[in-house]
């Protein structure tokens, strides 16, 4: 933020109080967290000088860029002194950090690479540019960007200056409520500097979050009185501001300002992040078992108590208005459960009226009888007072328990059931993997946040294939960050697969044969339908008429009943085998994903009589179209050949995407021209939104050969809300709907719209295609970089095991050893084993 536009009394910190350890991003932090499993002794999570990005631009480059509308922050350096150099350090830190908000930074060296208009002003030896839309947005003084973490919190607050609001009367704040009542709620976090920390871990969650809530900031003034705040507090504060009015439970907004519920935690992105899920849970929850019969609180919410009240049906309305007043009495402290006791489930002994269940104590429900709801409160928000003044003496010293943090963290998989689920290890994967003619492993990390939710679907995957009596297939988890050597094994090791670079990943291994990779989405029940598929033979070999109708007609299982997959059928006659081995190493590799059936002998004339076709030959039934209408392949002369075409027969002429579908479209590798439509609130809407997807379709059609390169297709954000989040990244605002852009052309990161509030029609659209080819159209924007998601290196535990076994020490020399360790030494390099992996991973992050 430049200095005019700094809120009042801006209280800025020096650089020498300004914490050393910031965070990075929501997705980055995870890492942070590993370390801090490394090194509980440690001071915390620090950056790898030799990770960070090459910031070093051309004047060249310079003009490009900003010609292009990218955001870019830039240094220009003039001359070189200490306090420059210092600032380098740190602005070079600051690139990997904001890349993930879109925002390039670069030095220019103004000696090699002069640029006239900020080259040789002196005065611009002490700013730093921030760039947007193609012109200059902000400048900073250097005084306000001098290490990691103001840099992030500063332009993240520059480009959020619309969204994050900055309060300092209660008035102030009592407007914004008002203009939020029955629309959304509020954030509201305090801190005491900018550029701080913790400033940075607020704007960081307004980035992710801003479109849900209205985020305000305080850094003092009249409002802090207002909210209970000493100004001498040197901590940091959040409350979130309850102003939406919910459907489930009446919220009482019906007084002039929206209740408030303060955050009990030190701020931090994670602890934030965390939070705002915990405010999204509901208010009250109600049950009808024991108390010890509820399973603890399941990610994110298992760090959070759980209080049970029971209700009787003659009191049942009263029993539901008094745990209503007392859940948000205890909101962001614990999770409120009504326990009905009409229910013959429930047998606690009428005599208790209450329990409650601590995280640490997951298994132990302890039970009370009540002649207060303050007992209640009591319980723990004498802990809270406790904590608040053990924060109040660490925030002194402006250090963070990491010891604490790492034990939540290291407990997160605790609280997940693995019974259904066999851990391999490097000692029983082999003898585990050969028992079973099919093994579906998946590779995590417990401390990637994807990994974790993942997990819990692997799980039920597990549990419903129990229930469904199959016992054909194994599953099993690997925990990575534990058994490094097994996902890092080099090619040539006894294992069927290639190191594991990508968390979560899902192997199919099979015996005497190559591991498969599921590359669906990451829910349970895309998993489940792709794993019972590949159980079946991939071909089906086909002998008899009853056997062709029932592999088109019929689902292949009870449990997939409802879906209709994709279909092909091979034709080859025995005599000949041609294009057999062909068509069978194409249809392994379709396993999972589409059912194979193969034709031979007499069949194979019948069927290539009837759909006039010439042996050997594949017959495709799409999902989207009649059984009686199939489409026609010659066999090509390789199976990748073959797999191409296949999949692009199967392709829906103008396809729906959605999460789930996403990753069979984008193995395509085709630019994709995408149309963005809201949600339909009538008819008329739904006819509109129709006639989109027609002239869509007539592109297609009339573009002719010239549309081979490009993928139709569109997206529904009513369906996928996901896909706001991809508009305002590609373009930077969210354009007026409906909105079709151009992105993900093999030549460029370019992403490209067509004109707003032009009608969508076909042959315009093939003219402003034409126009895009010929150069003479300006992108309206370009794809971030492509490295989400989070590629994590391993660290060797192993190894660093084994030198604390060859070199015992004494614990205060080990403390210092630990701290030397140099963590490249132990990063395993990373590869990336299927060629497949790296395909179109922007767009892959994006939804």
């Known amino acids: 933020m430049a200095s005019s536009d700094l809120p009042p009394n801006d209280p800025r910190p020096s650089p020498t109080h300004t914490s050393q350890r910031g965070q990075i991003s929501l997705l980055r932090m995870w890492v942070c967290v590993a370390a801090v499993l490394l090194w509980i002794s440690s001071a915390g999570c620090h950056e790898k000088a030799n990770m960070s990005i090459h910031i ?4 060249a480059d310079f003009h490009e860029r900003l010609l292009s509308g990218k955001m870019m922050f830039l240094y220009f350096q003039q001359q070189v002194s200490p306090t420059i150099s210092l ?87 009592q407007t914004l409520e008002e203009a939020a009542k029955g629309k959304r709620d509020i954030v509201l976090g305090y801190v005491r500097s900018l550029g701080t920390q913790e400033h940075r871990s607020l704007m960081e969650t307004a980035y992710v979050y801003g479109s849900k809530y209205q985020f305000i900031l305080i850094t003092g003034g009249p409002v802090l009185k ?16 309850h102003c939406r009015v919910h459907g489930a439970v009446m919220t009482p907004v019906t007084s002039e300002r929206c209740p408030l519920t303060r955050m009990r935690t030190a701020l931090s992105t994670l602890s ?24 603890p609180p399941q990610f994110p919410y298992q760090l959070t108590p759980q209080v049970f009240l029971f209700s009787h049906p003659a009191t049942e309305h009263l029993d539901l208005d008094t745990a209503s007043a007392l859940a948000w009495r205890l909101r962001g402290l614990a999770l409120l459960l009504l326990v009905h006791r009409q229910s013959p489930a429930v047998k606690t002994p009428e005599k208790y009226n209450a ?31 406790e904590e608040e003044e053990d924060e109040e003496e660490d925030s002194h010293s402006g250090e963070l328990d990491d010891e604490v943090a790492a034990d939540v963290y290291r407990n997160r998989g605790h609280f997940l059931d693995l019974d259904q689920v066999t851990q391999l290890t490097s000692d029983n994967f082999h003898s585990e993997v050969a028992q079973s003619s099919l093994t579906v492993v998946l590779f995590y990390l417990k401390w990637d946040a994807v990994s974790m939710a993942f997990l819990g679907s692997f799980v039920e995957v597990a549990e419903k294939l129990e229930d469904s009596r199959v016992d054909d297939v194994q599953m099993c988890v690997v925990d990575c960050g534990e058994w490094t050597d097994l996902c890092a094994a080099q090619p040539g090791t006894a294992v069927p697969f290639q190191p594991i670079t990508e968390f979560p990943s899902v192997l199919l291994i099979r015996r005497q044969q190559a591991a498969q990779r599921y590359a669906g989405a990451l829910s349970g029940e895309a998993l489940h339908r792709f794993v019972m598929m590949s159980r079946l033979a991939s071909p089906l070999l086909l002998s008899t008429n009853e056997e062709v109708t029932s592999f088109l007609q019929e689902v292949p299982h009870p449990d997939l009943a409802g879906y209709r997959p994709d279909k092909v059928l091979g034709l080859f006659r025995t005599e000949s085998r041609t294009g057999l081995s062909v068509f069978t190493e194409a249809a392994e590799l379709l396993a999972g994903e589409v059912l194979t059936g193969l034709l ?55 396809p729906e995407l959605t999460v789930e579908n996403l990753p069979s479209f984008l193995s395509l590798g085709k630019a994709l021209l995408l149309l963005f439509v809201g949600e339909e609130e009538d008819e008329i809407g739904r006819r509109q939104n129709q006639a989109l997807v027609d002239q869509m379709r007539g592109v297609s059609e009339q573009g002719g050969a010239r549309m081979e390169r490009y993928l139709p297709c569109w997206i529904h954000l009513g369906r996928t809300p996901a896909g706001l989040s991809v508009l305002g990244s590609y373009l930077g605002s969210l354009p007026p709907l409906p909105a079709l852009v151009l992105t993900h052309l093999l030549s460029g990161d370019e992403v490209y719209q067509y004109p707003p509030n032009t009608p969508i029609l076909a042959g315009s659209v093939l003219q402003w295609l034409q126009s895009v080819e010929d150069g003479t159209e300006s992108p309206a924007g370009m794809l971030g970089g492509d490295s989400w998601p989070p590629a994590f290196e391993f660290y060797d535990f192993l190894k660093v095991m084994d030198m604390q076994e060859v070199d015992p020490r004494s614990p205060e020399e080990e403390e210092v050893k630990t701290e030397e360790v140099n963590v490249e030494e132990h990063l395993v390099t990373k590869t990336m084993p299927y060629d497949h992996l790296d395909m179109n991973s922007k767009f892959h992050s994006e939804l």
């Open 87 to 173: 600032f380098l350090v740190e602005l070079e830190k600051s690139a990997e950090a904001l890349q993930d908000y879109g925002v390039l930074v670069g030095k220019v060296t103004c000696k090699k690479e002069p640029v006239q208009a900020y080259c040789t002003d002196a005065k611009h030896q002490h700013r730093a540019f921030l760039f947007r839309g193609g012109k200059e947005f902000l400048s900073f003084s250097l005084d306000t960007v001098f290490d990691v973490n103001s840099i992030v919190a500063e332009v993240l607050f520059a480009i959020l200056r619309d969204e994050v609001k900055y309060v300092h009367t209660d008035a102030d704040l």
């Open 226 to 241: 207002q909210l209970g705040v000493n100004e001498s507090s040197q901590l940091s504060r959040v409350w979130f501001v």
């Open 355 to 385: 329990a409650y269940r601590l995280p640490e104590k997951s298994s132990e429900v302890k039970y009370l009888t009540l002649h207060s709801l303050d007992d209640v409160l009591e319980l723990f928000t004498k802990q809270e007072e």
């Open 272 to 295: 934030l992040h965390t939070f705002l899920q915990l405010m999204e849970a509901p208010l009250v929850s109600k049950v009808f078992v024991d108390p010890s019969s509820v399973p």
């Open 600 to 654: 031979t002998d007499g069949l194979v004339e019948k069927w290539a009589a009837e759909h006039d076709v010439e042996p050997p030959a594949v017959l495709l039934f799409p999902s989207w179209r009649k059984l009686s209408h199939p489409s026609a392949l010659p066999v090509t002369s390789s199976s990748k050949d073959l797999l191409t075409q296949i999949h692009s027969a199967l392709l829906q002429p103008v």
């Open 56 to 59: 070093e631009i051309t004047a």
